[in-house]
């Protein structure tokens, strides 16, 4: 017979909470790891991405923005097209 051996139903329900948190903990960082490798990702691609723009681009930005007023816009732009 099982009488004194063991835990019992105690350690049949801690050895479930156990490993209920190593796999979601498991899981956790599997998951945590992917996304911090998608993020980086998309930051080098934004990255990269604003530095393929033409001098137009940025020109036609900064005077959006208001970095820049409509003489100096036109100005930058007859430069640009010689």
Not at 47 to 70: F, M, V
Request: no cysteine.
């Amino acid at each position: 017979m099982w009488y004194g051996h063991g835990f019992g139903w105690g350690g049949m329900i801690f050895g479930g909470i156990m490993m209920l948190l190593f796999w979601g903990g498991l899981i956790a960082l599997v998951i945590w790891g992917v996304r911090s490798v998608v993020l980086s990702n998309n930051t080098q691609r934004s990255a990269s991405a604003a530095y393929s723009l033409t001098a137009r681009e940025i020109l036609d930005q900064r005077y959006a923005r208001g970095d820049i007023n409509r003489d100096e816009y036109a100005a930058m732009k007859g430069d640009l097209s010689h």
